[in-house]
Nanobody
């Protein structure tokens, strides 16, 4: 069965950096897209970053462009999100997700059925 396990969340001051990791199992990278989604209490979900091996495309939320980078290490079955220049607005629970979909538009996560349990990122002023 498909499993996704996030790690690397924590507390950091504005301007700092964190790297989130996601370990996956139960599927082959070439058949799926991998992505990061975040949600803060009382706010809508936001598709943060997406990587599709099958369709060879990526997507970044406008507010994180130039600050966040999504990468994948297929040899280790690991997905990463490097987050630099963090802002208080980035505070949220971050989820690693996967699905048979391409990375197009702000709602790329629709139709991606596999989700991890999330890791909390807190950015203080």
């Amino acid at each position: 069965e498909v499993q996704l396990v996030e790690s690397g969340g924590g507390s950091v001051q504005a301007g700092g950096s964190l790297r989130l990791s996601c370990a996956w199992s139960g599927f082959a990278l070439h058949d799926h897209a991998l992505a990061w989604v975040r949600q803060a209490p009382g706010k809508e979900r936001e598709g943060v970053a997406c990587f599709s091996w099958l369709y060879d495309n990526t997507f970044y939320l406008d507010s994180v462009k130039g600050r966040f980078t999504i990468t994948v290490d297929n040899a280790k079955n690991r997905l990463y999100l490097q987050m630099n220049s963090l802002k208080p607005e980035d505070t949220a629970t971050y989820y690693c997700i996967a699905g048979e979909d391409r990375c197009t538009g702000s709602y790329f996560y629709y139709g991606m059925p596999y989700w991890g349990k999330g890791t909390l990122v807190t950015v203080s002023s």
